[in-house]
């Protein structure tokens, strides 16, 4: 079996300067899942939903070819939701109304026969939660986590326990310094790589990531795009796409790690285009080959060193 | 002859949370034509100076195989001074003092042999001394302008008439913004290229430099360095070493002046390791070589696109 995750399923509700989105299908457990299931992975989503949540919803993420066993639909709650405002930098956001509901409790199951996976992507969520996942796994070949400052703030010492345990670490800029007490990422990086995981992702949004392992360094930029509509997800489907990746190819060199990175980026460079999943959803494989040599065309250089010596 | 700058000569003096500089030398047109002097190409500094500015400064341009023929040494005036302080990111500068002196009535005069250049060069300064350059000397293949906000809010008109007749525009991203009134980096660019310049560079700092040419984008990370030192002259650094690489290898085309932009990534980025000129000073064609290997590590990947189709 590929790719088991744990993530978030919920209502979102979305507010940017170019329009309100209404309660639609959110949760970073779904834009994972919807990564990987376009690369043609096999997953499973381990998460939890309220009596409220639509059989269409459900329908949907069937039909996309993601495994929904692992869905628990809990009896007298109703679905996690989240609304929140955008600010007109498209970078920064208000969070308006967070309802746990029934991922207030949540005890994640992983079904009997996803127990021997080959990644692991632990989506973000109480670190309590994510280690729990991870005792119910078989040595997956690789374990990415993603977290958030929320969690930094709430529940510091479980997190670092986690974080000591997983592979890969993927986080954003400001975390990444609120985790190491450093300023320059560099640094930061160093000292992260100490807590425990081989590989560290910087995501910086717009800016693109960094990729740290050892003394090696990855960047990727983001596509520059005319508009991004609704940055919501973009995190949570860089990650689905690079742990995706990584569980179609089996290769965990650092050179297949950086294509990873690409394949993560270009798949966020979609979710942004449009609100909630509804461009991922969209995407065909022809898609993604054309974004891909995008990033090609934006990043490769063909100057030649020797002509310096 | 290859390349024409015009350029501030100044004292600067500078605080970051780091140390303080004392009184050193700086200026827009001593870092453009440092880069330009390291890539071994032929140049003239077109500027002014006071009659405080020390023999031994010029003894230092001359030496680096800088033409100081154009530099003016004003009698009765003072050298151009900047000291200014920055933030704990960095990223951000208040001006603490600045004193034009010699620079105020500044009319560039370019030298007799080199009114025929490669590539000319037009540093930071007010439209209509960058102007005056521009009609000083005969059709040259490139004239790359470098400017700011302070002219965007007091020159506009000037500014809008003199970008009007450049191939290559240097602003950073702030300045793209307040330039076409537009927010997406993308749609500033579009507005940009239509109102003279062929080509677009928007500076990001720490977040790396696009470059737009019609449709098509290419986009440089800056190198992750532990620590930025001091970022003053590093725009006009990547300035100065864009210019010189193409009045060096005389091909314009946009494969090329990808690695033009590359090469002035790879400068700035030894600028910003020192205050002032001191790191760029003493940088080798082989500690250039190096760098530039380390950009291409940090952003090439071998993904193969036909693998998704």
């Not at 308006?96 to 509901?101: P, R, S």
């Not at 509804?278 to 054309?290: D, F, I, P, R």
């Given at each position: 079996?590929?790719?088991?995750?744990?993530?978030?399923?919920?209502?979102?509700?979305?507010?940017?300067?170019?329009g309100e989105s209404g309660k639609i299908l959110g949760g970073a457990g779904t834009f994972i899942s919807l990564a990987a299931s376009l690369l043609g992975v096999e997953n499973v989503l381990v998460s939890?939903?309220?009596?409220?949540?639509?059989?269409?919803?459900?329908d949907f993420l069937v039909e996309k070819g993601i495994d929904i066993s692992g869905i628990e639909i809990k009896e007298g709650e109703k679905t996690f939701f989240w609304k929140g405002q955008y600010h007109n930098d498209m970078n920064s956001r208000d969070?308006?109304?967070?309802?746990?509901?029934?991922?207030?409790?949540?005890?994640?199951?992983?079904?009997?026969?996803?127990?021997n996976p080959e990644v692991l992507m632990l989506g973000n969520l109480h670190p309590l939660v994510q280690d729990s996942v991870l005792n119910q796994v078989e040595k997956p070949r690789l374990v990415v986590l993603d977290t958030m400052n929320f969690w930094m703030?709430?529940?510091?010492?479980?997190?670092?326990?986690?974080?000591k345990k997983v592979s890969v670490l993927a986080i954003n800029d400001e975390e990444a310094r609120q985790l190491s007490g450093e300023y320059s990422l560099r640094k930061a990086a160093k000292a992260i790589l100490k807590m425990g995981p081989q590989f560290l992702i910087i995501k910086k949004g717009e800016h693109g990531a960094l990729f740290f392992h050892e003394d090696e360094i990855f960047f990727s930029p983001a596509l520059p795009l005319e508009e991004v509509f609704d940055p919501t997800g973009a995190g949570d489907t860089f990650a689905g796409g690079f742990a995706a990746y990584l569980a179609k190819t089996k290769d965990y060199s650092f050179e297949n790690m950086k294509n990873a990175i690409i394949i993560g980026c270009a798949l966020a460079s979609f979710t942004v285009e449009k609100f909630?999943?509804?461009?991922?959803?969209?995407?065909?494989?022809?898609?993604?080959?054309?974004?891909?040599?995008k990033f090609k065309k934006l990043s490769h250089f063909n100057l030649n060193v020797e002509n310096f010596i």
């Open positions: 079996m590929s790719l088991v995750t744990v993530g978030s399923v919920a209502f979102d509700e979305i507010i940017t300067p170019f939890v939903v309220g009596e409220d949540f639509p059989q269409k919803n459900l969070t308006l109304i967070t309802e746990l509901n029934a991922l207030g409790g949540f005890q994640p199951k992983v079904p009997a026969n996803w127990r703030d709430s529940a510091w010492d479980d997190l670092l326990k986690v974080i909630g999943v509804e461009k991922l959803a969209s995407v065909t494989k022809e898609n993604l080959a054309e974004r891909i040599k």
